[in-house]
């Protein structure tokens, strides 16, 4: 479902501080190449300058068949934005509406695999088939990530879940 596809993906990366997890979710989003996607360009909005060797980190993981297909570039913001960061995507968003199929927000410690992008683009195109273009223009299918913030030692299950009420 994703042959062909052009995808603009943005990024909040306030700091260094998930770096790890960034390589991560860079590695998943490179992986849409081989997807048939025909365009994925990454765009990370941070407040923290990278270093040039940093950079050529990230670029050396850049997988032979993404070439000309793949890219990444870093938006550097205002640390007094703080929590506003992840307010950046939408002007960009708008911006190049015209210029890409799907748009992906997403934070730096956010794994998104090419298994959830080509579900949600399945989705979408069901809906379409379902409602026609013109009704299925007043829905958006979404995917819905939460996370719980519990102590380390409790497994969640069925009879757990309770433990989630007081919780961040």
């Known amino acids: 479902p994703l042959e062909g596809t052009r995808?603009?993906?943005?990024?909040a990366a306030f700091d260094f501080s998930q770096?790890?997890?960034l390589e991560e979710v860079?590695?998943?989003y490179q992986d849409l190449c081989v997807t048939g996607a025909a365009k994925v360009d990454v765009v990370i909005h941070s407040t923290v300058a990278y270093p040039?060797?940093?950079i050529d980190l990230?670029?050396?993981?850049?997988?032979?068949?993404?070439q000309g297909i793949f890219s990444v570039k870093i938006v550097l913001k205002s640390p007094s934005l703080r929590l506003h960061?992840?307010?950046?995507?939408?002007?960009?968003?708008?911006?190049k509406i015209k210029d890409y199929d799907l748009f992906i927000y997403t934070e730096d410690d956010i794994r998104v695999t090419p298994r959830a992008v080509a579900a949600y683009a399945a989705e979408t195109n069901r809906l379409v088939q379902t409602l026609g273009a013109k009704r299925a223009a007043d829905f958006n299918v979404g995917i819905v990530r939460y996370e719980f913030n519990?102590?380390?030692n409790v497994v969640m299950d069925d009879k757990t879940r309770h433990a989630t009420q007081n919780v961040t």
């Open 150 to 152: 519990y102590p380390s």
């Open 52 to 54: 040039v060797t940093l």
């Open 19 to 21: 770096l790890p997890h």
């Open 58 to 66: 990230l670029n050396t993981r850049l997988v032979p068949a993404c």
């Open 85 to 95: 960061l992840v307010d950046c995507h939408r002007p960009l968003f708008y911006e």
């Open 7 to 11: 995808i603009l993906i943005a990024i």
């Open 26 to 28: 860079l590695d998943a």
